[in-house]
């Protein structure tokens, strides 16, 4: 599984999320997560059609497919429980 994470850093709730997620790969190494900021990365945030609410965080599988998506501050507890459930994906 791969996580696509799209953020700014003018948005509350991507600064929230940030040390969530590096918590969460530190408990996780097999998981791979790449980061893109919103204003910058204008290729992904169209290609994956990224709306104007943020962060989001886009979950692709082993083929590189989209299988999930999520917006906004996710709780740490919900995040490692979907993750270890798709961990195969």
């Given at each position: 599984?791969?996580?696509?994470?799209?953020?700014?850093?003018?948005?509350?709730?991507?600064?929230?999320m940030?040390?969530?997620?590096?918590?969460?790969?530190?408990?996780?190494?097999?998981?791979?997560?790449?980061?893109?900021?919103?204003?910058?990365?204008?290729?992904?945030?169209?290609?994956?059609?990224?709306?104007?609410?943020?962060?989001?965080?886009?979950?692709?599988?082993?083929?590189?497919?989209?299988?999930?998506?999520?917006?906004?501050?996710?709780?740490?507890?919900?995040?490692?429980?979907?993750?270890?459930?798709?961990?195969?994906?």
């Amino acid at each position: 599984m791969k996580v696509l994470k799209i953020g700014a850093v003018w948005c509350p709730g991507c600064i929230i999320m940030k040390p969530r997620w590096q918590k969460i790969e530190q408990e996780l190494p097999w998981l791979e997560t790449e980061y893109f900021d919103y204003d910058k990365d204008k290729d992904v945030v169209e290609k994956y059609q990224v709306g104007k609410k943020i962060p989001v965080f886009i979950f692709l599988d082993k083929d590189s497919q989209e299988f999930d998506r999520k917006t906004g501050e996710i709780d740490r507890k919900e995040l490692m429980a979907f993750l270890q459930e798709n961990k195969d994906r």
